[in-house]
């Protein structure tokens, strides 16, 4: 447990990740323990960006329909609009 944060790490999902963007934030905000961290999106030029732009690993970015996601082994799901 870090100081300042009553919770365990949780394991981070956004939905429709782009080009990584809150992914940077999350990772490097220091406000959430993190267990792990991905972002899927199902256009292949936004993963490509989000790796090179914002040094994203392969391990943290997925190209994959959210419609046949398993969701099951998130504690967050972040989805905007």
Same mark, same amino acid.
Not at 5 to 25: A, T
Not at 29 to 54: C, K, N
Not at 57 to 75: G, L, P
């Given at each position: 447990?870090?100081?300042g944060r009553p919770?365990?790490?949780?394991?981070?999902?956004?939905?429709?990740?782009?080009?990584?963007?809150?992914?940077?934030?999350?990772?490097?905000?220091?406000?959430?323990?993190?267990?792990?961290? !991905?972002?899927?999106?199902?256009?292949?030029?936004?993963?490509? /960006?989000?790796?090179?732009?914002?040094? !994203?690993?392969? /391990?943290?970015?997925?190209?994959?329909?959210?419609?046949?996601?398993?969701?099951?082994?998130?504690?967050?799901?972040?989805?905007?609009?």
């Amino acid at each position: 447990r870090r100081k300042g944060r009553p919770y365990r790490p949780v394991h981070f999902l956004e939905v429709g990740c782009g080009i990584g963007r809150n992914l940077f934030v999350v990772k490097h905000g220091d406000v959430l323990q993190l267990a792990s961290l !991905l972002g899927i999106d199902i256009a292949p030029g936004y993963i490509a /960006q989000a790796r090179r732009f914002f040094f !994203l690993e392969d /391990q943290e970015t997925q190209i994959t329909d959210a419609m046949t996601f398993d969701y099951s082994r998130f504690d967050v799901v972040y989805y905007y609009r």
